[in-house]
């Protein structure tokens, strides 16, 4: 534009002889040649993201940028674009950054989304001094941070809720527990083994007491992640699903039960952390993702880990184009021993405000697994019941 | 396709964000002032309108300021409304003009006026560009009308405007949408030098400083071509009423003086009179008499003489014939000159009363003059009375173009009307025609006889504006020759002239200026008194008449690219400097090689004096330490990092705290686990960790430092 205006000017200094024209075009073809002759020396440039190595997701945390020119001519006026995607993307402009000199900000910012984000492109963009020209460097920034997933604290879960047991088990546990600290003495229901017939009291009593146990033996815990998103994260149905997990996980681990975690891993894999403590857990979730694989594989693996005793808790996502599985995957667990529990986030909820999973429910009601729904806008611990 | 028109025009009218730089718009608005108050010096619009124009404009900035983020649809109104107004002013103006060319003034009003409406209304960067982009023509306008160097100073003020406006409103393009700015650490005490901060000032300066060395570098490279003008060329009358021209007089302002007396008194050249007398000597004056705005330099020629008696040149005696009609007037058919011709377009603008004839050059072949115009018997213009300063005219002439081959090839009868330009006196001794003869002696044409008798004239004769006044009684030419061999124009033209005609070659003296200096800057030929000058014409059968100059040169009549391209003409004057201290024997290659050689030697002395005398770059030193924020979990983990470091550890800058950690500790331990915890959240978090477990974590960092320093 202006290298076109100081050509029109020389036209009309040609056309109409006049002198001044010439100069006033060599003025304005000075300024688009100017710009052009400024090097940007962008290359000198060097970028340090400091940001925690740990967020939940919503946190809000200090983001520190400094840019560092390394070169022995300055950097010119410029702006600066951070899409490091743990966060909303971040511009900011600087002055003139002297030779061996450096600049830096520290900004408020919430961690927007949950992944493991080990670093992104900054991209420096300068037009000094008129914004005529412009120069891009796009330079790598390695920063490793970790956006867990939202979790509630969970005062309780049924995690050792009888109507998750098989059936043959639960007889027994609604008896008189499993354990081996005595609680104390209750009357005999008809059922009641004879051994747990604590005849002093009996005696005592004149009617038969039997004897009763805390459980004791924490049963293995195995949680399933999967299933498909619906929604835009962070508010969607899979981020719902994970929050969950989490929530669910966390309170089991805090309640003495060793955790097992398993999620579809790569094509035909399924990937499984057992054991983990509560960072261990909270960053594998971080690195989950929806999927579309089927989840009685999944299921399968987690009763497995779960053993006979355990409680698989399957989180995912249902909706109107996926019901069937997770009813599938209950019964399989049911089937292998483990009791089931299931936390569906109801996808339609986050695509259509009237989302129902009411064959999800009527399949479970039937199989006595307790079902807990998650629904877009409605407080987590809510949907957990605790 | 129409709802995408819409879409189009909508996404244009779009409200851009506001532009809350005082600055940038100080600066547009001084660049703005700077255009309007440029015009009004070089008086393109009246005294009223520019005492208006000036207030008008630093309220329409204020209003706009104030109002930037308003829906200002009420002003929008007012202002379409004065559009209509300036636009039926303008038509008003236009009605008024006698030649295209003062369309520039009403144009100059109405862009004026756009230029204030417009400022009432600027909220956003790009109306602020788009009113800077438009003070361009204020400028151009008044630069196309500015004869003098007095619109310099505005130049240089409206560039450095122009300069912090584009830089300051990038500076403002640059932090709108961001997240801030970013700042330099500064320690206690800390100085710009220390830290090697720039400020805005000079930044602005340094752009001001970049721009200004592309445009000189610009200027002086590219070419510079003025084409020959042939539409809406200016003409007008001057101020007051000349002196009249009566008969076949020609009215001098400067003539009537006798012997001895100065020749360019009052600035007028007395040589463009009804004669030339060749005894009359004076002083010649750097008064400027004229500017001459050209599409290349020539001979402003004004009279040609005819007869010749011994010691003076005459017009005809005749009564010169009206050209009558309107401009423009065309030369007469049989003073026309034939073969190749070359044009040149100039206006003259009078500074200093001028004899009433029209100077032009070569063959005036169209030429626009406010008044009436005559014609004498051999083809010299005159006007009515003489030309008093700020008559403007312009003429279109040609030139003969045919080369030396052509002209030496020419031959021909000679017409009836031309062999008056062979008249000789009778008292001429014969022993000038002797000298003619036996300095042409090998020579077959016209043209060589011309070269070989300046070349003998060049070599043989000293140039001196003083030289002696020939006896009473001596022929001027015979005692020039043969007696004094000091001359100055009118001796040498004169004897060129009469030697040519006593070999038979129709030759006649015209005088006039010399195309005078070319201003770099405004274009105009500069005519001064001192340019007065006398040379011949010679008729070439077929081809006309074409111009020599015994005494000096004439300008070819073609301009070489080179004489468009500044950096040229400057080394070519630097070349004759250069060259005049040179011994005479030496080539023109040789003198320009040295001359290059001597520009490159300055050049690069400057360039390796700079780079050796210039201050050193500011390096400031090691960047101070970033303050620390945070708490005592903070403190804790920079001491166990200041532990670390001594143990040769040290936290590398991308290293986060959770990598320093998993070096120094086991991060599966839970109390490890917490304490970094704790200083994330202390550090980075919105809200410091809770009392107990910062405890906690301070315990643990003081734990984990302490077994860094046990002995290993």
Known sequence: MTTGVGLLLLLSGSTAQAGWLFVLSAGVLGLAGGSLAVRHRLKSAEVIRSVPSRLRVGDTTRVGLTLINNGRK?????????????????????DRVPAQGR??????????RRGVFDGADVELTSGAPFGMARSRRRIAVATRTVVVPHWVELRSFPILEPSSLPSDQLHERARTGAGEEFLGVRDYRPGDPPRSVHWRSTARAQRLVVREFEEMTYSRVAVVVGGPDAGLPPDSAFEAVVSAAASVALYALTTGHPVDLVRSGRPGMIDRLGGAGRVGILEWLASAHPSEDGLEPLAAAAAKAASRHGTVILCATEGSGSAGGLRASARIVQGMGARAIVVAADGDSWVHPEGRLDDLRRGLTATRTTLRILTKGKDLATCLGA | MSGGLIAAIRRANAPRPPEDSIAARVSVFAAVFTGAVALASVQAISGPTATLVLVALPFAYWVSWKRRRKDNWHIKIGLSIGAIFALMRFLGQIGGIATLDEIRFPLADLFLWVQVLHSFDVPARKDLHFSLGSSLTLMAVAGSISQSLSYLPFLIVYFACAVAALSLGHRSEIGEGTDGWMKTPT?????ARTTGRVSRTTDILRAAGVTALAAVVLFLVVPQPTGVRTFALPFSLGNGAGLGAFGSDIANPGGGAG???GRSRLGAYFGVDNEMDLRVRGQLSDELVMRVRASGPAMWKGVVFEKYDGDTWKVPEAEPLSLGGDSPHLYPLQFRSLGPRSHVSQTFYI?????????AAGQPDQVWFSGSLSI???GSLRTAATLTPGTVYSVVSSRGAAGPKELRAAEGEIPESITRFLQLPESLPRRVEELARRITRGATNAYDK???????????????IASPVPPPGDDAVDHFLFETDVGFCEQFASA?????????????????YTPGERSAFTGYYEVKASDAHSWIEVYFPELGWYEFDPTFAIPPSEVSVADMIPLARAFRFLAEKVGALLPEGMGAMAKNALTGALVLAIVGGAWVAWRKLRPAPRIPGPAPPPPVLGGRVTRAFGQLERVLAMAGAGRAPPETAAELMARAADLSEPATQHALHAFERERYGAAPPPEREADAAVAELHRLAGLHLEPR
Not at chain 1, 103 to 112: D, F, K, M, Q, S
Not at chain 2, 450 to 464: G, P, Q, R, S
């Open chain 2, 496 to 512: 060129t002239t009469v030697m040519l005609r006593s070999l038979g070659i129709p030759a006649r003296v015209a005088a006039g």
């Open chain 2, 187 to 191: 320690a206690p005490g800390a100085t």
């Open chain 2, 351 to 359: 500074e200093v009363e001028q004899p009433s004839v029209l100077f």
């Open chain 1, 103 to 112: 600049v830096e900000i520290e900004l408020t910012r919430t961690a927007a």
């Open chain 2, 376 to 378: 004498d018997e051999i």
């Open chain 2, 450 to 464: 011309v070269k070989m008798i300046e070349e003998y004239l060049a070599d043989n004769f000293e140039y001196n």
């Open chain 2, 259 to 261: 012997g001895g007396i």
């Open chain 1, 74 to 94: 300055p950097l010119p006026m410029l702006k600066l674009a951070d899409a490091y995607p743990a966060f909303e993307p971040i511009g900011l402009a600087t």
